[in-house]
């Protein structure tokens, strides 16, 4: 079963109950943050729509070991809190990794399914997305590689994602991985993979 609208609604303008990273207690958190009023209101089906927020490059090589991993260092190659109105140039055959304006929080019962949105996967710029796991809080890291022949010019604020909520049944077991919170990459240090 997946969320409706009214649900994700409710769950953003009513927050939900995530435990706080820090301190391990419960606080109340809106489902999504960084949500304009305009998003809101649009949210429709069983999906909300994400943007565009920050645009990176992997520079360097990476290690993925079974006990310890270095992904590669980035540059940030654009953001909107810098550039409200940028314009980014896509290359054909270019990887970057986009994260989005909003931030997401995930009580411990549900999780979360993000994919790209068609106009991106028509303009031959698929995203490599994932589940979202129980307890989840940041926002969202996506990779991407160019694969059509022309160059592509993407705005921040572009909405490029959209999300879907599942509720859990059972017991789940909450997130508490390295990536919580806005962590796009180790940045070329070493660290256990889990």
Same mark, same amino acid.
């Given at each position: 079963?997946?969320?409706?609208?009214? *649900?994700?609604?409710?769950?953003?303008?009513?927050?939900?109950?995530?435990?706080? /990273?820090?301190?391990?207690?419960?606080?109340? $958190?809106?489902?999504?943050? !960084?949500?304009?009023?305009?998003?809101?209101?649009?949210?429709?089906?069983?999906?909300? &729509?994400?943007?565009?927020?920050?645009? +990176?490059?992997?520079?360097? $090589?990476?290690?993925?070991? *079974?006990?310890?991993?270095?992904?590669?260092?980035?540059? $940030?190659?654009?953001?909107?809190?810098?550039?409200?109105? !940028?314009?980014? *140039? =896509?290359?054909?055959?270019? +990887?970057?990794?986009?994260?989005?304006?909003?931030?997401?929080?995930?009580?411990?019962?549900?999780?979360? +399914?993000?994919?790209?949105?068609?106009?991106? =996967?028509?303009?031959?710029?698929?995203?490599?997305?994932? #589940?979202?796991? @129980?307890? +989840?809080?940041?926002?969202?890291?996506?990779?991407? $590689?160019?694969? !059509?022949?022309? &160059?592509?010019?993407?705005?921040?604020?572009?909405?490029?994602?959209?999300?879907?909520? #599942? /509720? =859990?049944?059972?017991?789940?077991? @909450?997130?508490? !991985?390295?990536?919580?919170? &806005?962590?796009?990459?180790?940045?070329?240090?070493?660290?256990?993979?889990?």
């Amino acid at each position: 079963m997946v969320l409706g609208a009214d *649900r994700i609604v409710r769950m953003i303008t009513a927050g939900v109950e995530v435990e706080d /990273p820090g301190s391990g207690r419960a606080i109340r $958190k809106p489902l999504i943050e !960084g949500m304009g009023q305009d998003q809101i209101e649009g949210i429709e089906g069983t999906t909300a &729509d994400l943007r565009l927020g920050a645009v +990176y490059r992997p520079v360097d $090589k990476a290690r993925l070991m *079974r006990g310890t991993r270095v992904t590669p260092r980035i540059e $940030k190659v654009m953001d909107i809190a810098e550039s409200p109105d !940028g314009v980014y *140039r =896509i290359s054909g055959g270019e +990887y970057l990794l986009f994260q989005t304006v909003e931030q997401v929080n995930l009580p411990r019962d549900l999780f979360a +399914y993000i994919r790209p949105r068609t106009t991106l =996967i028509r303009s031959g710029i698929p995203l490599e997305t994932a #589940f979202i796991s @129980p307890n +989840y809080q940041g926002r969202l890291t996506v990779g991407m $590689k160019h694969q !059509g022949a022309n &160059d592509v010019e993407i705005q921040m604020g572009f909405r490029i994602l959209c999300i879907a909520f #599942f /509720p =859990i049944e059972g017991e789940a077991v @909450p997130y508490r !991985g390295v990536w919580q919170g &806005d962590r796009v990459s180790t940045n070329g240090e070493e660290e256990r993979p889990f």
